[in-house]
């Protein structure tokens, strides 16, 4: 029979208490979460025509940003979240439908505690500042619902799976390995053409200076006879 699930920041005389994570291992862990804006059809309208700007600079930029900083410092918002390491934060944003935009934070670390909480801040706070970004265009903006999508690593998984959860992640490194590839075969062949290119370059040098060396000797002899006449 399953275990019945209990509060874990309580302690047994009730009072609230952070988890002692000492004598779990250490291993690498995942999360990812997401959280909803949404905006009446006319400010929408307005948004996609101006680019996700606003008279405050461009709005999903400037959601990233305070978002992977509030990743961060999660541990000083929520009272017992143990400060981690970040080993990564990523945000995916973009339209949702019409009138929505949603938010999508991936975060990992390798401790003995999850980064379910960072994840969530990560998502919510970006959201925040979406709604800080466009409230000059209406204060009728709705944020929510935040929730978590998935996580990995620790005594169980959950949600979307470790492909999902690695969902964020997956196209940067790609990318990473496209530009490798890129990169390798062009500068091989640099580095092999160079000295052919080089030697052509310098016999054709030789070639030419040598003509006008000789007419030019040739035609100061000819004035130094010329003078002795």
């Known amino acids: 029979m399953k275990p019945k699930a209990s509060l874990t920041h309580v302690d047994r005389a009730g009072r609230p208490a952070m988890v002692d994570v000492s004598d779990k291992a250490i291993s690498a862990r995942e999360a990812i979460a997401r959280c909803r804006v949404r ?3 006319a400010v929408a309208a307005q948004l996609r025509a ?4 606003s008279k405050k600079g461009a709005v999903i930029d400037t959601a990233i940003i305070a978002g992977t900083m509030a990743v961060k410092r999660t541990h000083e ?7 981690l390491p970040i080993d990564g934060c990523r945000f995916a ?3 949702d439908g019409a009138n929505s935009l949603s938010i999508e934070c991936a975060v990992k670390t390798t401790h003995r505690t999850g980064v379910e909480m960072e994840a969530l801040t990560g998502a919510t706070v970006a959201a925040l500042t979406v709604y800080d970004m466009c409230k000059a265009l209406s204060h009728a903006i709705v ?3 935040a929730q978590l999508l998935g996580k990995r690593g620790g005594k169980r998984d959950f949600g979307r799976g470790d492909a999902a959860v690695a969902g964020v992640h997956a196209g940067e490194a790609e990318s990473k390995r496209g530009a490798v590839k890129r990169v390798q075969p062009s500068a091989a062949a640099s580095a092999v053409a160079a000295p052919k290119r080089v030697a052509k370059k310098s016999a054709s040098a030789k070639h030419v200076t040598a003509k006008p060396a000789s007419r030019k000797r040739a035609g100061t002899t000819r004035g130094a006879r010329g003078a002795g006449a």
């Open 50 to 53: 101006d680019g996700l700007r």
């Open 39 to 41: 905006f009446s059809a």
């Open 77 to 83: 918002l929520i009272p017992f979240c143990h400060p």
């Open 93 to 95: 944003i973009d339209w």
């Open 143 to 145: 944020i929510g619902p």
